[in-house]
């Protein structure tokens, strides 16, 4: 007999929405003001306005001279993010219910967000790939400006904005147009020189992903959950194992 707790909340009849934005500061800007905590959202989405090429319907809501904020609020909170995004120089462009969007056959927020929205791209164009940043907080746009003076034609941006420990994190989703490995190292380096953390999805070792480096707790949640190393064979590698547990054994005699 197994147990299992689950985590709940009550359901929200969230609306699908966009905002768009002439200027992606403007939009930053706005998506910090959604993570206030009297806010009822649930996902807060940012991406360049060359986005707009790969979501054919919905070019009438995200026009290619725009950066569009893709978000899904509750009901208690769309007065506010109406307000909110005109104060930050923005215009609602779309705000339908769960209803309305299944009616007019539109994409629903969350296909537009996170690793969907690198989805919708390689969908039309198979030549892209993409980063997982994290950037260092708070949020300075002058990454951003370095980072697209010296890559933009080849770089999209977009941003997503998650909860931790009770205050908001800023990650970036970057799509990148594919020519070398060596040039998805280079751009990945020149991330991590101006202080942001990059969890790569290219490779698929721990010591060469986000984590960095396998130490003894992560050695020893491996061993008690998966005893026959049947689980992601490889992902640690035998050589790093064995270090690391080499290491702790001096350490502690």
């Known amino acids: 007999m197994s147990e299992?707790?689950?985590?709940?909340?009550?359901?929200?009849d969230s609306h699908h929405s966009i905002a768009s934005f002439g200027d992606c500061t403007y939009a930053v800007r706005f998506c910090e003001t959604l993570c206030r905590e009297d806010y009822d959202i649930f996902l807060i989405s940012v991406v360049d306005k060359r986005f707009s090429q790969f979501y054919r319907d919905l070019?009438?809501?995200?026009?290619?001279?725009?950066?569009?904020?893709?978000?899904?609020?509750?009901?208690?909170t769309i007065d506010a993010f109406k307000a909110d995004a005109i104060a930050d120089r923005g215009h609602v462009s779309l705000m339908m219910s769960n209803e309305e969007i299944a009616e007019t056959k539109l994409p629903p927020s969350y296909?537009?967000?996170f690793n969907h929205a690198t989805l919708q791209v390689l969908t039309s164009d198979r030549s892209w790939t993409y980063l997982e940043v994290?950037?260092?907080?708070?949020?300075?746009?002058?990454?951003?400006?370095?980072?697209l003076k010296e890559y933009g034609d080849?770089?999209?941006?977009?941003?997503?904005?998650?909860r931790e420990r009770g205050d908001y994190q800023l990650f970036v989703s970057p799509l990148l147009k594919f020519t070398t490995r060596e040039k998805?190292?280079?751009?990945?380096?020149?991330?991590?020189?101006?202080?942001?953390?990059?969890?790569d999805a290219h490779v698929y070792t721990i010591a060469e992903g986000g984590m960095k480096a396998v130490n003894v707790v992560r050695m020893a949640f491996k061993e008690n959950t998966d005893p026959h190393m049947l689980m992601n064979s490889g992902?640690?590698?035998?050589?790093?194992?064995?270090?690391v547990l080499a290491d702790y054994a001096l350490e502690t005699g």
Do not use: N, W
Request: proline share 6%.
């Open 4 to 12: 299992v707790d689950v985590g709940g909340r009550p359901a929200v």
């Open 154 to 162: 080849d770089l999209l941006r977009h941003l997503e904005f998650a």
């Open 134 to 147: 994290a950037y260092p907080q708070p949020y300075d746009p002058a990454v951003d400006a370095v980072i």
């Open 59 to 76: 070019e009438a809501h995200i026009p290619d001279t725009k950066h569009a904020v893709f978000s899904m609020d509750g009901t208690k």
């Open 111 to 113: 296909e537009c967000a």
């Open 235 to 243: 992902k640690t590698s035998a050589a790093e194992a064995k270090d």
């Open 184 to 199: 998805l190292v280079e751009i990945s380096s020149r991330f991590e020189e101006l202080g942001c953390t990059i969890f």
